[in-house]
């Protein structure tokens, strides 16, 4: 029927009276990277908890129109809401570790679904930490707890934790944002090379960093979405002028 | 004196796992060296044609450059998409900003192999051998390709030393080119029925006389981009330093 990994299909969202979110179409394709860009109060991530229906319990919430995942809609009364985020991941602006080993952040996920099997857990450990580039790092202390690492590693542990419960998609709110420079040129690494395996949607302030990472670049301006196309296009010959103004840091 | 200015080792902070960047730089460094041994092969083919009177050869320059052009807009549109959305700095802006202007310096020696392969279509008989011994235009073939190759080596190199004797090496080229006028001057004298032929091969000569140019603007580039230093519009001397 469909290859979209995503479609979304005039979209809007409310907050009370509030219209956050405007009519929003857009097709995201499996395996790419996708970046939401645009100011403060965009509905980017209002877009993205879209995804994983994290605006659900926040008050006043109203959608409108659909969300399709592998040809599915998530809003579809038959879904639960805890079997969609196994499949749709999502990693924070500032790391969020649990309290635990890093051993027992990894495999957090699988301890909810009841799994307790050693080997289960020691293998799932070691390619999700493998995955998020920092198994070299901590793989002599895995027991040591996640909150001793640097902010750069409790967010690659965030990572790994995402990628332990094998999601097809992972959702990235600034997952960089609060990193120095040097942890940061690691996630970005990171996400281009998850993007083999996973599909990719990153929010990001950033507008280098999702010309370096993404595939895909849509930019929303006052819950519209302005302008959606190939990173090149919009970094070099941005169809829109607003888009232009943004990327360009001329915004009045 | 660049003996003892090592620079900054470009990778020292990194390690050994490639970053998208390098990996994008590595793909357009390539790039320009299949355009390098494009034009190179262009020039040596129009020698031999030259040579043989080879018609058939020269018509292949001409249809092999559109290739050439081909290239040259694919690597400038690499290099566009990696400022877009690399934003290099430092050592990798360098090299982006070299890439460029070396591609552009390759188009315009390939489009004098061009221009050298219409000549010789046009030409009505073969080239007096007297003519090109005199002149030696294929000492200059010689001269300008072997300084092209070499050229090329010092950047895939990385070699300052090598790019730096490009400066004098181009001089016997310049040195070919200006004694031709006298002898095809003498030649045309002589020869009052090949006025046609002798300027035709006085046109080849300043022809290649501008490869000769182009190789040391790449020169140039491969300093700029290793050692972070502006040649251009130097005295010889300070370039050579």
């Given at each position: 029927m469909t290859t979209h990994k995503l479609l979304a299909e005039n979209v809007n969202v409310y907050y009370d009276q509030a219209h956050v979110i405007k009519d929003v179409s857009l097709t995201i394709e499996p395996n790419t990277v996708t970046a939401f860009i645009g100011p403060s109060g965009c509905g980017k991530s209002t877009f993205l908890r879209l995804i994983n229906r994290?605006?659900?319990?926040?008050?006043?919430f109203r959608k409108t129109g659909h969300i399709l995942i592998d040809g599915e809609d998530i809003y579809d009364r038959k879904i639960r809401v805890e079997e969609l985020r196994k499949k749709i991941g999502m990693v924070f602006q500032k790391p969020n570790p649990f309290p635990k080993s890093i051993y027992e952040n990894v495999i957090y996920g699988l301890r909810i679904q009841g799994i307790n099997k050693k080997s289960i857990l020691d293998e799932t450990v070691e390619r999700s930490l493998r995955r998020a580039a920092i198994w070299d790092e901590v793989k002599d202390n895995l027991n040591k707890s996640a909150l001793s690492l640097s902010g750069g590693q409790q967010q690659r542990i965030c990572i790994a934790r995402t990628l332990a419960v094998e999601p097809s998609i992972v959702l990235m709110d600034e997952p960089a944002s609060a990193l120095d420079p040097i942890s940061t040129a690691k996630i970005e690494e990171l996400i281009y090379e998850l993007k083999t395996q996973y599909t990719i949607i990153i929010v990001t302030h950033n507008m280098q960093q999702a010309g370096r990472v993404s595939d895909r670049v849509a930019f929303f301006y006052i819950g519209e979405l302005i302008e959606y196309s190939d990173t090149k296009e919009i970094f070099i010959n941005p169809k829109k002028e607003l888009t232009q103004n943004y990327i360009t840091g001329r915004f009045g | 004196m660049e003996a003892l200015d090592t620079p900054i080792e470009s990778n020292a902070l990194k390690s050994d796992i490639m970053t998208h960047l390098e990996e994008e730089l590595t793909m357009l460094k390539s790039e320009i060296t299949v355009m390098w041994q494009k034009v190179i092969s262009q020039l040596h083919k129009t020698r031999e044609a030259l040579l043989e009177f080879d018609k058939d050869l020269a018509r292949e320059v001409v249809s092999a450059e559109k290739r050439v052009n081909a290239l040259e807009l694919k690597i400038d549109r690499d290099c566009e998409n990696i400022f877009a959305l690399f934003n290099p700095v430092a050592v990798d802006l360098r090299t982006v900003l070299a890439v460029l202007k070396i591609n552009n310096n390759l188009e315009r020696s390939g489009d004098i192999a061009e221009g050298i392969a219409k000549y010789i279509i046009s030409a009505n008989e073969p080239f007096d051998k007297e003519l090109l011994e005199k002149t030696q235009i294929l000492r200059m073939y010689d001269e300008t390709n072997s300084i092209l190759e070499d050229v090329l080596k010092a950047f895939e190199t990385e070699d300052t030393r090598m790019a730096r004797s490009i400066f004098k090496r181009d001089e016997l080229v310049d040195e070919i080119n200006v004694k031709a006028n006298a002898v095809v001057a003498d030649f045309m004298r002589s020869h009052p029925d090949k006025i046609e032929e002798g300027l035709y091969l006085i046109s080849m000569i300043r022809k290649l006389e501008r490869v000769g140019d182009h190789c040391k603007n790449i020169a140039e580039e491969i300093i700029f981009n290793i050692e972070a230093k502006v040649l251009k519009h130097k005295s010889k001397k300070k370039k050579e330093e």
């Open positions: 994290m605006n659900d319990y926040i008050d006043g | -």
